[in-house]
């Protein structure tokens, strides 16, 4: 971006510009356009002006009417803005005319969400995952970049120009970096299999915290275990997914995983470079569907949710709605209206702590199936350890030659211990 590199990133200004046709109500328009800002504030520029064109007909050169673009660059102009970020995806060749036109860097919102992840990766795999995705969105970019040196005469007798040769080279250099960042990713996933093998063997239940970003999933799982997670007011302060033991009012131990934040329109190199961090959420026993109860559009990000989770094949997993940030509803009224809209749900605040009790009740009580009683030889001890972990043990006696448990389990558990399982009387 322009402007004096010695200024601090939060001086920098930005235009926004959302853009609606007549599919998007006025309503998401809105919401998407609050969203923008987030998002923005979170990379910590600042708007200059938020704009929301209306499009009755795209057109390929701007994705608007000339005369529009014009003027919104006209106004980028006289606010000296930095730059100019789009709420929708832009093609490569329509980022290369609004930059002609506006003479600034231009950003859709597939950019701007990689930017913001990029400036929050922290671990090994949220690195390789970010820059994954930096260099698949890069690649189709690359073409424009040297399309007016490949108009350059170069070479003889029918080679190519030099500006060809450079995108060429350019071309099987970003591919082969993809290529490599994959087989680093497949490596950290091979990795991650093996840590959620030995916990599945453990036999601990694994409780995800899922739903829309910003709905407060950290701050749940601070107020919970103590774990210290960051816990920002901002979009996407979690990348990597964090793991803490927790023990339910009746002794149960959990493993509670937090996860990262879905978002609308989440473009789609993150969602495949993210999916291995994802899984956590897919191999859930039960997952906590985080809605923010002070967002005006709750419902709305409670569908992007679900969508999400089904796309990553979770669609199927047990699910507890949580209602979070209660505190900062105006009455009673609201709430229970909240409540009524996603029922069954546990209302919660994560800042003072009110509902976590009855949470992990839930937790507790979901994961605590029919009771059935188990008979072990007396040297497995460790089956009974695993149902102390897993279940919620209702009896326990040691007779000549084997070990009698009763105990609450879930279907997993159940499986697991099939063969040892006793029947009638």
């Not at 939060?10 to 998407?32: N, Q, Y």
């Not at 407060?216 to 803490?244: M, Q, Y």
């Not at 229970?336 to 839930?362: I, M, T, Y």
């Amino acid at each position: 971006m322009k402007g004096n590199e010695n200024s601090a990133p939060e001086t920098r200004r930005a235009v926004l510009v959302g853009v609606r046709d007549e599919k998007m109500s006025k309503k998401e328009a809105d919401s998407l356009a609050r969203e923008l800002m987030g998002l923005v504030d979170t990379l910590g520029l600042e708007t200059a002006l938020r704009e929301m064109v209306y499009v009755r007909e795209k057109t390929a050169k701007y994705g608007m009417g000339t005369g529009k673009a014009e003027e919104l660059a006209q106004k980028a102009a006289s606010l000296e803005a930095d730059c100019i970020i789009f709420d929708r995806d832009i093609s490569p060749s329509q980022q290369r005319n609004w930059e002609k036109l506006a003479g600034v860097p231009v950003i859709d919102r597939q950019e701007l969400i990689i930017q913001i992840f990029a400036s929050r990766a922290r671990t090994r795999e949220a690195e390789l995952q970010i820059r994954l995705a930096e260099l698949n969105y890069a690649l189709p970019r690359l073409q424009h970049k040297y399309i007016d040196l490949s108009r350059q005469r170069g070479g003889r007798y029918g080679t190519k120009g030099s500006g060809e040769t450079r995108f060429e080279t350019d071309r099987r250099r970003v591919e082969q970096r993809i290529h490599r960042l994959e087989e680093e990713l497949e490596e950290v996933k091979r990795q991650r299999q093996v840590q959620r093998k030995q916990r599945e063997r453990q036999g601990v239940p694994v409780c995800a915290l899922v739903g829309y970003t910003n709905t407060g999933k950290s701050s749940i799982l601070n107020a919970l275990t103590g774990a210290g997670v960051l816990a920002e007011n901002k979009l996407f302060a979690t990348l990597d997914p964090t793991s803490r033991r927790l023990e339910l009012p009746q002794g149960t131990q959990i493993l509670l995983v937090d996860t990262v934040g879905f978002i609308r329109r989440l473009p789609h190199s993150l969602v495949n470079a993210f999916r291995s961090t994802l899984e956590e959420a897919v191999r859930a026993d039960i997952l906590l569907n985080v809605i923010d109860a002070s967002e005006e559009d709750a419902a709305g990000q409670h569908e992007t949710t679900l969508l999400t989770l089904k796309e990553l094949g979770a669609g199927d997993i047990p699910m507890i709605t949580v209602v979070n940030k209660i505190d900062r509803l105006q009455s009673a009224e609201e709430l229970e209206s909240l409540l009524k809209s996603h029922a069954p749900s546990v209302p919660v605040c994560a800042a003072d702590g009110r509902g976590l009790a009855e949470l992990c009740a839930r937790i507790e009580q979901a994961l605590s199936g029919a009771s059935v009683r188990f008979r072990f030889l007396p040297e497995r001890t460790d089956l009974a350890a695993l149902l102390h972990r897993s279940g919620h043990v209702l009896s326990e006696k040691y007779g000549e030659g084997y070990i009698e448990v009763e105990a609450r389990v879930d279907e997993r558990t159940a499986g697991r211990l099939r063969e040892y399982q006793v029947t009638g009387a």
